[in-house]
């Protein structure tokens, strides 16, 4: 029996996470489609090492977000258009699309009107559960299947009439090695002067509105426990503005730039102090009791009740449903109270062992232990490409 033909992909991500998870994906396509495949479309440098031949720059369209970028509006447009002529012009077998809902879920669209056989995937389901609902309803008839991170998604995308939607696994199940302490790394966690990490934030405008809470947190925390060691991880291209804001505070931490150096502190961390977002999952899943927190602008804040949908902006909370993981949000941060529930995660107690003890079920919640996350992507883009063609 001959090997199966070789496929043709067109994947599209428009920003670093997109990037990676497409590259993850087109690896495991080229190890479980014996026929060889063939990738085009956009991507970063990581997809481009996969093999990616690529439209036009990843970065044309990085960073959407259309609020944001007024001026580039002309250019984003036009390559939505170039986008979605390319898959027209020369028919792939199959279309991905990953995260960068502004920009894919249009050039989607266009495809579908012209090609209405043509299987389109979506990697990355949009956050319907959390606000704009609607959207789950507009992107049915232009996607055959989303292929969701978080193991509630399926469930959320059906009750709001969304698309076919498979959970596939955070990319971080694949990270669990590099997460989790050695026996050796284990002690130190439990050794003084104990680690703390700080993580104010990612971006820019995080820093910003975050900075001095985090910095009055810390003070008030190391007057009552004066020996913890605190270390701040941030991106290389943050660094400067890091040492800017952590200047004006009383308390000094070390900061770290490097990847490596960033796992190996969350190996031996003892406690956090983080921001909202997917680095809370990343503390969970490392076994690191945290008290989050979270700011907006004013007026977002005003406005967001009235749109959320959930009523927690932790990751871990909302996978466990619970409310596993202290949280401070916009009106009602408090740097006192945060600061007296660090300094008990970090001398132990129920507090501690309660958080330790919900974040061990996260495992068999995301389905932990099976294929990797990419894997199981790649099994179910072949599957809806297999589907598309036996009704075809």
């Not at 008290?291 to 909302?318: C, D, H, Q, S």
């Amino acid at each position: 029996m001959s090997d199966p033909a070789p496929l043709d992909i067109f994947i599209v991500a428009g920003e670093e996470s997109g990037d990676v998870l497409g590259a993850g994906l087109m690896a495991e396509l080229k190890v479980l489609h014996a026929g060889g495949v063939r990738f085009r479309g956009v991507g970063g440098a990581r997809m481009q090492a996969q093999g990616l031949v690529p439209l036009f720059p990843m970065e044309d369209i990085t960073a959407m977000g259309f609020a944001q970028v007024i001026g580039g509006l002309p250019r984003i447009l036009r390559r939505m258009s170039e986008t979605a002529q390319a898959i027209i012009a020369q028919l792939p077998d199959i279309v991905v699309m990953v995260d960068a809902p502004d920009f894919t879920h249009r050039v989607a669209r266009k495809v579908r009107a012209r090609l209405p056989k043509l299987p389109i995937v979506k990697y990355v389901a949009p956050t319907v559960w959390v606000w704009r609902p609607g959207r789950a309803k507009a992107m049915a008839p232009d996607f055959d299947r989303v292929l969701a991170l978080l193991p509630f998604e399926p469930e959320a995308m059906h009750t709001l009439g969304g698309p076919l939607t498979t959970y596939v696994g955070h990319p971080l199940l694949g990270e669990l090695a590099t997460l989790r302490p050695s026996a050796e790394e284990a002690a130190r966690r439990a050794a003084a002067p104990p680690v703390l990490l700080v993580l104010p934030g990612s971006r820019r405008a995080e820093l910003a509105r975050l900075g001095a809470t985090f910095g009055e947190v810390l003070a008030r925390l190391t007057a009552e426990v004066p020996d913890v060691e605190l270390v701040l991880p941030t991106l290389p291209g943050r660094r400067a503005q890091v040492e800017e804001m952590v200047g004006s505070w009383p308390v000094k931490p070390r900061i770290i730039v490097e990847d490596e150096e960033k796992r190996a502190a969350f190996r031996v961390a003892r406690a956090a102090l983080a921001a909202s977002g997917t680095v809370t999952l990343e503390l969970a899943l490392a076994g690191v009791p945290t008290v989050a927190a979270y700011r907006v602008p004013w007026l977002e804040g005003r406005i967001a009740p009235f749109f959320i949908r959930v009523k927690t902006a932790i990751l871990p909370n909302l996978i466990l449903d619970e409310p596993a993981m202290p949280e401070y949000l916009q009106w009602h941060i408090d740097p006192p109270a945060m600061a007296e529930q660090l300094a008990r995660l970090i001398a132990g107690g129920a507090e501690r062992e309660a958080q330790l003890s919900a974040f061990a079920r996260l495992d068999a919640v995301m389905g932990e232990g099976g294929d990797p996350p990419s894997r199981r992507a790649a099994r179910a883009v072949l599957e809806t490409l297999a589907q598309r063609r036996a009704v075809n």
